[in-house]
Each structure stands twice: as structure tokens, then as C-alpha cells.
């Protein structure tokens, strides 16, 4: 089993930064792949960001590119997402999420973390 605890979310102005944290314990994560969704009130959970926990290429979605960056520290099993320009359309819980790397099914979740952004 893998734990995510997230934190970092609040309430920031349009304009603002906000960095969130994903701490992961439990079974070994160093095969895995890091993930970051949201889900606006009403709206289906989209994904956000990925990051491989070891070498590899990190993925973004679209409406976050430029704006938001993903991250990791292996050395405290904890990944980060640092959100920058936030507009009222990132207003969203956000979740962490892993999977195994060969795997496509995101099993592992967090309880996520509320962030609203506000004009």
C-alpha cells in the first residue's frame, strides 16, 4: 500500500502562487508515477500533472502549462506542485496520485487539498 498525504491549499488571489505537498510512505515508491488531478465543484476530476519518481519526463495539462510545476523530492518521498498566475478556474480540491509506471490506473489517492482562488 502507498499513503499520499497532500497540504499546501488555501485561498489565494487571482495573481497568486500557492505550492502544494504530497508526502508518500508505505511501499516503495521509486518505480512509480506521481500524479496531480483537481476537481472543480460540479466537474469531473481532470488530470493536472505527472512526474515519474525516478529520471523521466514530466507531463502537463494544457490549461496549466507555464503556470504550474511538478516536482520531487526523493530524498523526503514528497512531491510538490507549484502553482503560479492562478486564475478563479483553478479553483479545485487537488489530489495526489500515484500508480505503478507500468500500469495506466491511477491506484493510489490522497484525501486531497482545497484550493480557491478568488478575485
Known amino acids: 500500500q502507498v499513503q499520499l498525504v497532500e497540504s499546501g491549499g488555501g485561498l489565494v488571489q487571482a495573481g497568486g502562487s500557492l505550492r502544494l505537498s504530497c508526502a508518500a510512505s508505505?511501499?516503495?515508491?521509486?518505480?512509480?508515477?506521481m500524479g496531480w488531478f483537481r476537481q472543480a465543484p460540479g466537474k469531473e476530476r481532470e488530470f493536472v500533472a505527472s512526474?515519474?519518481?525516478?529520471?523521466?519526463?514530466?507531463n502537463y495539462a494544457d490549461s496549466v502549462k507555464g503556470r504550474f510545476t511538478i516536482s520531487r523530492d526523493m530524498n523526503k518521498s514528497t512531491v510538490y506542485l507549484q502553482m503560479n498566475s492562478l486564475k478563479l478556474e483553478d479553483t479545485a480540491v487537488y489530489y495526489c496520485?500515484?500508480?505503478?509506471?507500468?500500469?495506466?490506473?491511477?491506484?493510489?489517492w490522497g484525501q486531497g487539498t482545497q484550493v480557491t482562488v478568488a478575485s
Open positions: 508505505g511501499r516503495t515508491v521509486s518505480s512509480f508515477v
Open positions: 512526474v515519474p519518481w525516478s529520471a523521466g519526463t514530466r
Open positions: 496520485a500515484a500508480r505503478a509506471l507500468s500500469s495506466g490506473v491511477w491506484n493510489y
